[in-house]
């Protein structure tokens, strides 16, 4: 009349639950994406993400040392510009904002984990991923312009010092001609992290006030539509072949079955980025005290790791581990 199987015998206990734990996470499953801003004096709060700065270039390296001693072992760079143009010519120049940072970043902590993002749109008076052209009458982000300003966007990164470089702009082919550049300037030992299946996602309107980038229409022509399934495989499958050396889902939550689905496809390393949309939903809930604030964060990154995510990008990294969430 009552059960053999009692599979709440190993949860009587928080030792018992914990020997048995099936996902963890751990300080090298984290990246903590960080904006870095020029011509500032002081951080500055950005109100779309509570507890999130633009840290100034010129206190980069005071945060970098406080970011490695609260246990962070990679960061991704994005850069605030206030030297915008119609191509985002600032990344290519070895004295630009992308180049500082990660030198600052690098050199301050050596055995810091320092990616790069590589896009445009950050550093584009329209804030668009790439070159502005018109075909058929309608202007439109040009891909294949675009893939030859990237191709030195990344070496400017690599000569930087980046350990990791990391396209985000959804350019057809960039993987292929990212590794071209960076062999031919000598930095074949430079891993790329394919932002290899990034949806044109509502969860990004966080980071674009977070980023300073004030964009004129939208991605979807280059992004992907989020209700696209097989052909997030697709786009993932395609960076591997072209010469990835990790790959991407960018948004998270919304997108565990993707996730899963590319697991199930490849042995790659697979990273997944919690955006600022999921990050601010979380918070704006905690502070009205809808929600346990560490409780969910434990769970939406386990929830990652357990639809086969080895890398987590989260706002909540630094946090975390500094918290013991």
Known sequence: MFPTTRLRRLRRSDALRSLVRETTITPHDLILPIFVEEGIDSSVLI????????????????????????????????????????????????????????????????????????????YTDHGHCGVIGYAG???????????????????????????????????????????????????????????????????????????????QGDRKTYQMDPMNGREAVRESLEDEAEGADMLMVKPGLAYLDVLASIRARTLMPLAVYQVSGEYAMIKFAAQAGALDEQRVVRETLGAFKRAGADLILSYFARDVLREGF
């Open 47 to 122: 109100a779309e993400m509570p507890g999130v700065s633009r840290i100034p270039e010129a206190q980069l390296a005071r945060e970098i040392e406080a970011i490695a001693r609260d246990g962070v072992r990679a960061v991704m760079l994005f850069g605030i510009s206030h030297h915008k143009d119609g191509t985002g010519s600032d990344t290519l120049d070895a004295d630009g904002l992308l180049a500082r940072m990660t030198r600052t970043a690098k050199s301050t902590v050596p055995e810091l984990v320092v990616m790069t993002d590589n896009c445009f749109c950050e």
């Open 137 to 215: 009458g309608e202007a439109q982000v040009l891909n294949d312009p675009t893939l030859k300003n990237l191709a030195r966007q990344v070496v400017i990164a690599a000569d930087a010092g980046a350990d990791v470089i990391a396209p985000s702009g959804m350019m057809d082919g960039q993987i292929g001609v990212i590794r071209s550049a960076l062999d031919g300037a000598g930095h074949a030992s430079v891993p790329i992290m394919a932002y290899s299946t990034k949806f044109a996602s509502a969860f990004y309107g966080p980071f674009r006030a977070a980023s300073g980038c004030d964009l």
